[in-house]
Each structure stands twice: as C-alpha cells, then as structure tokens.
C-alpha cells in the first residue's frame, strides 16, 4: 500500500448549513444542518488520501487537551496515523467555525489556524525520521512552516517527491519550495511582489518546481510541466458546499500522482473534489464514494 505523509494543521472544524449565509452584526441566526469534525488542509487531504486506498500518516500539533481523545478517535475511525508534534500541551487544538451559505454553496471561515501552535524541527520524533524510508510522497500545507521544510529537505535528500498545498502564501513558504516537486496552488496564492497568475508561476519556476497548477475553483485548472502550459477541466456540478475542497483536491492528487502523470492526476484528483462538493461538509461525501483499498 502506498504511504504518504501529510504535515500541518490539525483543527476541530464547526460547520453549518445556513440560508442565507454569515449573520450580520448583533444577529442570531439557527442553522439548518451542522457536521463536527477534524480538519484543516493537510489533515483533510489525509483523509481524501487514505480513503482512496493509500496509507495516511499525519504530522501535526493536537496536545493532552481531553478533547484529544475525541481529535484521536475521528482520525482513527479513517485509518490516520497520528504523531503530535506537542503531546504535552495543554490547550485545545484550534477550532474552525464555518458557515455555508445554502442558496450558494459559498463559505464563511474564521480560524485561528496553527498561529499559537508552532512546533519546531527538534520535536520532530525519531520514529518520522526513520518512517521515511517507507514514504512514497509527502505534503505540506505550510501550516507548521519550520516543520514542514525540515521534513521537504529530508525528503527531497532521499528522493521522495514534495507536494504544497499553496492555498495562499504563508512567511517562510520560500524555505520550503526548493526542496518541492509539484506545487498545487489556488488562485489566492501570491508571492511577494506577484501580482499576476503569470507572475506566479514565473515566481514558482525560479524556485526550480518542476510542475505547478493553480487551481481556480471551477474554472479550468492551469499548469505548468516541462516548460508547457496546459489546462485541465473541471467537472460542472452543482455545488452544496466548497468547504475545504481545495484540501480533497491535494490528498485525491497526493494519491493518483503515484500512479499517472501529472495532467492526468490533475483531472483524477478534480473529479474526487468536485463530487465531495455536492455534499455537505468535509465528511459526508466519503459515505457516498467508494472507498478504495
């Protein structure tokens, strides 16, 4: 079975289903539907991963908060391996509210992302060391940036290929781009002193990545490989909800690029994101799509 590691943010996600959308000030509002669950991009992207049929190990920062315990039992309830990065800290993982709008399928998030959780390359435990030896393809959100460029530089060394999840740009994300093989961005991802999608790319070839996309939402997906640019369509669906499809996208990509090239896992990858689209939150799609194994 093939194994890929996954590291970054590991949050509790809130979601509801509204009708009209976000509150406004000093408005309540009720929901028409909610769903609890682990998440944030790279933990998503895990669980797309192994539900396809791979081996998921996530590297993050969840601590000895009792809500642990429930954070470890969702994780494992989709065959994750988990290693914390800070087992002994006592505060909770960071919460994600989400709100999606039903009439649009569009969201609202506020999050307090991994800003008060930042592990650094010495808690990294001997056991990820050594476990990559059995790695097959590794992702970093840029969540856990110190982290995720001690892991990409070691990878890199032992020839094992790097993917970002380049949802938009975070300080030290240069640390990290030498060392990667296929940068998948959004089209929210800008680089100091780029303004323009070209810009972009100029910027990631510069950095020596081989093959990059930028996703659009659901407008065609345009990359970059061997010098050429190509374009990848995406399904028409009508959506229920974007949350965290761009993280569905990754882990479905992190698993088809072991098996095809890179045009074709674009558009592997976009069909799996584009289906959990039509359900509500980041979970309830995998009860619907076949799991691999």
Known sequence: MRQGLFVGLVTIDLVYLSESGPPAANQK???????VSTGGPATNAAVTFSHLGSDAKLLGVIGSHPIQQWVQADLEAHEIT?????PD????PPVSSIIVNQATAERAIISLNAAKAQAQPEQIPPQVWEGLLGIDIVLIDGHQMAVGAAIAKRA?????????DGGSWKPGFETVLPFVDYAICSQD???????TPQQVLAYLVEMGIPQIAITQQNQPIEYLKAGQLGQVEVPKIKPVDTAGAGDIFHGAFCHFILDYDF???LAKAAQVASYACEWFGTRSWLEHYPHQS
Do not use: G, M, N, W
């Open 156 to 164: 890199k060394a032992k020839d094992i290929p790097v993917v970002i």
């Open 89 to 92: 800290r006592p505060q909770p």
């Open 189 to 195: 991802f800008y680089p100091p002193s780029c303004e």
């Open 29 to 35: 509002i009720v929901a028409t539907d909610y769903t």
């Open 82 to 86: 988990l290693v914390d990065l800070d």
């Open 263 to 265: 045009e074709q896992a």
